[in-house]
C-alpha cells in the first residue's frame, strides 16, 4: 500500500514538473525575464539558468516517471530550493513580481512558498 501511494505521488510530482517545464518552454521570453526576480541580472546568465531549470524539471520528471528513488530525493531537494528562492524573494520585498514557476503568470507570494514546501 505505501509503495503504491509513493508512486502515485511520484507520478504526481512527475506531471507538475514536466507541466512546469513545458509552461516555462511555452513562454520562453518572459520566464526568462521573470528570473531576474531573483537576482539573475545578466542575459547570458538568465538563458543558461532557465534552460537549466528546464532540462532539472524534466529529467527529473522522466526519473520519477521511472520510480527512481534519487530522482524523487532531488524533485524533493529542488521544490525546497524553490521555496527558499521565493522565500528570499519575499523577504526582499518582491512579493507580486513573476516567478516563472508555472508559466509566466505565476507570481511570488506566500502560496507558492508553501505549495513548494507542500510538494518537497
Known amino acids: 500500500m505505501a509503495r503504491m501511494l509513493g508512486d502515485v505521488l511520484g507520478w504526481g510530482l512527475a506531471a507538475l514538473l514536466l507541466g512546469g517545464a513545458g ?3 511555452a513562454s520562453a521570453r ?3 525575464a521573470a ?5 539573475l541580472r545578466g542575459e547570458r546568465l538568465r ?3 532557465l534552460s537549466a531549470l528546464i532540462a532539472a524539471e524534466m529529467g527529473l520528471a522522466a526519473g520519477l516517471a521511472l520510480g527512481s528513488d534519487l530522482a524523487a ?4 531537494g529542488l521544490m ?4 527558499a528562492e521565493l522565500w528570499t524573494a519575499l523577504a526582499r520585498g ?3 513580481a513573476p516567478c516563472a514557476c508555472f508559466g509566466a503568470r505565476s507570481r ?3 502560496l507558492a512558498v508553501v505549495r513548494n514546501v507542500v510538494l518537497a
Open 73 to 76: 530525493y532531488l524533485g524533493a
Open 47 to 49: 538563458w543558461v539558468a
Open 30 to 32: 518572459r520566464s526568462h
Open 108 to 110: 511570488v507570494s506566500p
Open 23 to 25: 509552461l516555462k518552454l
Open 94 to 96: 518582491r512579493r507580486g
Open 35 to 39: 528570473l531576474e526576480t531573483f537576482g
Open 80 to 83: 525546497l530550493f524553490f521555496a
